[in-house]
């Protein structure tokens, strides 16, 4: 395709092609006349032919160079200059840089390393040099000698640690009376029932969901959660889940619950059972009918969650044992009805991490303990701090055997709403709420809005517990975004954006991200950060509303395109509305622990998971996991058109079912890379995740495939259409 600069504000299709697809695949060429929206930026006398003349216009800093420069400008979130002004002694940064050695260095001249707390009786300190190449910081530092950082070489980007991704709201507009939702009913319009019938149910795929936490003992969610698959890793058997929060607080300061309200327990303190009366001898438990601790030491801590606490009216004290090999503790009992005796306790240990309470008889948890992904082993550290430590500049703090216990807990709603649209398994209330892919796995990463260390979560998807990308096992395939950051213009052009668009496109081209593009609507230009950026799939919401919008965009849906003219969203799914869990613990019972909700941040987990059961059928065919930009290529091109302009629908409404019929190789069907393009380039190159310009005049070759894996040929008419502001 030749695509041609012009003067004008229409884009233009000068001819009409036809184009016969034989077996596997063709390239069709044809002559489109497309004007540049920002062409009449560098018209003009002064135009020159390495760049633009507009000053408002300069290189964006690209991740995907491999070189350690000095960057002159690194891109500076503007909320760290308001800190600064106001008076603030100490400001909070993440710095993105092309060499952590050289800013580690800096910070020991400076006087900016975060000290560390001591090891404790029974804990090591063990020291870890950083992975070189690109990668993140976060420390405080003293403002006045912040004007010194942009100059540190390397540096990329300066981000505002204190200032938190925050959760879209699940209520745009009000659901009108009498309009009940189900999220079956998405699956169907979305044709994720489809794709059950073909044998996709997105079994062998993990979706991490960034966010409040998940409540993995929820009926509809128990049994859902991922789990370390690598026999090689420390972690085999433990549940795949990240809390960047807990994590600060336990290795720079040797906290854990109740010290510290996080989610990772103490559970140091040890007691006995000497005379074997099924009585502990310090505290007074009861343990008649608990399996006995091998080592003769049972370690006590209190539960970590506070919705449990007020459920249960009180601190509700748990006990850790190791009963099958001595040293080593696995099982974990919460004593959820404060009677002291453990014996009537639902056991938490690999393979059966959760537990719960049964108040009402029906055979289903009212009340939830929650989720133990790891309890101390004394070899390792917590799960991720290996990579996770050096990288902040700490020293990893090793726990003794059986002194921590980790929880995955809910802090609010957002996440389980979030991964019931993914995996939700249909328990409660006769069904309500079913997820798109129902044999997916969830990794849960909690505490996601607590601030500081989010981009770790962004990472720990790309790399998993090793920090190793090419490892299989122990990390995600695919990443669930429903928040953005309100205060944040450049969307695109920003930090965070092009972070996640190098994370996807170049540090681990097989992880795909699923980010909502935000409810702010209506307008044009109203992408938001992190769903401006490039490499991912940016998530707009349409209706479900049989009643009056079936089909229809969500008027509150943000609109592309981000700042640097690439086309958002990239495909829309239901976010107006459906059903969806909510945390045992906020409601009575396990069968009213459901609420109908919306928004974008429905919409992007609604297509996480119908992403997990078309990279099934994908792998199923074609014997490898996709790439994330020719992944997101297919499921542009196998959407339904609903006649929007690309900035309100991208490529189209989410098709599962033909997504993966075209997998599967059925007659008729196809798919082209690329499925979009921003036309021209910059210093004369195109750029993925950069602006390009066309001026008027000039022209461009780019190449379409189109890929049919059905047995008979295909006759497509390629007809450009012409949109006018």
């Not at 940064?93 to 060499?99: E, G, K």
């Not at 026999?231 to 795949?240: A, V």
């Not at 056991?347 to 929650?370: F, K, V």
């Not at 997504?659 to 021209?680: F, K, R």
Request: hydrophobic share 35%; charged share 15%.
């Amino acid at each position: 395709i030749e695509l041609t600069g012009q003067a004008s504000d229409s884009i233009k299709g000068s001819t009409s092609a036809l184009c016969y697809m034989r077996e596997r695949w063709a390239l069709l060429l044809a002559i489109l006349m497309l004007t540049s929206p920002a062409s009449a930026l560098v018209a003009g006398d002064n135009a020159q032919p390495n760049g633009p003349s507009n000053q408002d216009y300069i290189p964006v800093n690209s991740l995907s160079e491999q070189s350690i420069e000095a960057l002159n400008s690194p891109w500076i979130e503007s909320s760290l200059f308001d800190r600064i002004d106001s008076g603030s002694e100490n400001v909070r940064v993440t710095v993105i840089t092309r060499s952590l050695s050289v800013l580690n260095q800096w910070q020991f001249n400076h006087g900016a390393i975060e000290e560390q707390k001591p090891a404790r009786i029974g804990e090591s300190m063990i020291s870890l040099d950083p992975a070189e190449g690109v990668n993140h910081r976060t420390f405080w530092m003293n403002s006045e000698i912040f004007h010194k950082l942009p100059g540190v070489p390397g540096i990329i980007a300066i981000l505002d640690a204190q200032n938190s991704p925050e959760p879209y709201g699940t209520d745009p507009f009000a659901t009108p009376p009498g309009f009940n939702p189900e999220s079956v009913r998405s699956g169907e319009i979305h044709g994720a029932i489809g794709a059950w019938e073909r044998g996709y149910t997105g079994e062998g795929m993990v979706v991490a969901v960034a966010d409040t936490g998940v409540d993995f003992a929820h009926p509809d969610l128990n049994g859902t959660q991922a789990r370390v698959s690598d026999s090689k890793s420390p972690y085999f058997g433990w549940p795949l889940m990240f809390d960047h929060n807990s994590m600060y607080y336990w290795l720079v300061n040797g906290e854990a619950y109740p010290s510290r309200s996080t989610w990772y327990a103490d559970t140091s303190t040890i007691d006995y059972d000497n005379n074997t009366d099924g009585i502990l001898d310090i505290s007074g438990y009861n343990i008649t009918g608990v399996n006995t601790s091998l080592s003769g030491e049972y370690h006590l801590g209190e539960h970590p969650d506070s919705t449990l606490r007020n459920k249960a009216g009180g601190d509700v004290p748990i006990l850790v044992v190791d009963d099958r090999v001595s040293g080593l503790y696995e099982t974990v009992y919460p004593d959820i009805n404060r009677d002291g005796h453990f014996q009537n306790d639902v056991p938490m240990r690999p393979g059966e991490e959760t537990a719960g309470l049964d108040t009402d008889d029906d055979g289903l948890w009212d009340i939830s303990a929650g989720l133990v992904y790891w309890v101390a082993d004394g070899t390792n550290g917590v799960p991720y701090s290996e990579t996770y430590a050096p990288r902040h500049g700490y020293n990893n703090r090793i726990p003794g055997a059986g002194n921590l216990t980790l929880f995955m807990l809910e802090s609010g709603s957002h996440g389980t709403l979030c991964a019931s649209a993914i995996a939700a398994q249909g328990v409660i209330s006769d069904g309500k709420v079913l997820g798109m892919a129902p044999n997916a796995t969830i990794s849960s990463i909690g505490n996601h809005y607590s601030g500081g260390h989010s981009l770790d979560g962004w990472r720990f998807i790309a790399e998993g517990y090793d920090g190793v990308t090419i490892t299989q096992g122990d990390q995600p395939h695919i990443g669930s975004f429903s928040f953005g950051y309100s205060s944040i213009d450049e969307a695109g052009a920003d930090g965070y954006s092009l972070y996640l668009d190098w994370l996807t496109r170049i540090y681990n081209d097989n992880a795909s991200y699923s980010v909502a593009i935000g409810n702010g609507g209506h307008g044009f230009g109203t992408a938001k950060v992190p769903g401006a950026a490039h490499g991912i799939f940016s998530v707009g919401a349409f209706s479900s509303r049989s009643s009056d919008s079936w089909g229809q965009n969500a008027p509150w849906s943000n609109r592309g395109p981000n700042v640097v003219g690439r086309m958002d969203p990239d495909i829309v799914s239901v976010g107006w509305s459906a059903t969806g869990d909510i945390p045992l613990n906020s409601r009575n019972n396990a069968n009213s622990a459901w609420s109908t909700w919306g928004g974008t941040s429905l919409a992007t987990p609604i297509a996480a998971g119908l992403m997990a059961l078309v990279a099934e059928a994908w792998q199923e065919n074609l014997g490898d996991y996709p790439g994330s930009q020719e992944f997101r290529d297919f499921v542009l091109s196998t959407s339904d058109d609903r006649g929007y302009e690309p900035f309100v629908q991208g490529g189209g409404w989410f098709n599962a079912s033909r997504a993966t019929a075209t997998l599967d190789g059925a007659n008729g069907t196809w798919w082209a890379s690329p499925a979009q393009w921003n036309s021209g380039t910059f210093q004369g190159k195109h750029r993925d995740a950069n602006i390009n310009l066309m001026r008027p005049g000039e022209s461009q070759n780019v190449g379409l495939e189109f890929e049919n894996y059905g047995g008979t040929d295909v006759l497509l008419r390629f007809t450009p259409t012409e949109f006018t502001p």
